[in-house]
């Protein structure tokens, strides 16, 4: 049984909610020193190094994070199927449904909406 671990889409307002991202600042940084007449070569050059080992960085924490979300997504499944395994099906423990749906976007924060 394969099953679609796809997130939800954020909303539009939580979209607009999000921080710029600190990778959008140094592109900021470094259009202007590219534009700026003092700029040198090596300050340019050091500012796209520190924005690509960022990105790098971030690339990694990313990997890292979808693998352990794939790994939570995993045990909900195995839970799932093993509660149906049975001629007469077990209840689906009531955590499955809760983190599935946490892990996915589609729950609710406490405190509201």
């Known amino acids: 049984m394969t099953t679609n671990h796809t997130p ?20 900021g940084q470094i259009l202007t020193l590219v534009q700026s007449e003092d700029s040198s070569v090596g300050a340019l050059k050091q500012a796209v190094i520190d924005l690509l080992d960022e990105m790098d960085r971030r690339l990694v924490e990313r990997q890292d994070l ?4 794939s ?7 195995r839970e799932q199927r093993n509660a149906m395994r049975w001629e007469n099906p077990l209840p689906m423990p009531e955590w ?18």
């Open 66 to 69: 979808k693998s352990r979300l």
């Open 8 to 27: 939800a889409p954020l909303s539009p307002q939580r979209e607009a909610e999000k921080p710029r991202s600190l990778t959008v600042d140094r592109v």
């Open 71 to 77: 790994d939570v997504l995993d045990i909900c499944d």
């Open 96 to 113: 499955v449904a809760v983190v599935q749906r946490a892990a996915l976007g589609d729950g609710k924060r406490k405190g509201g909406a």
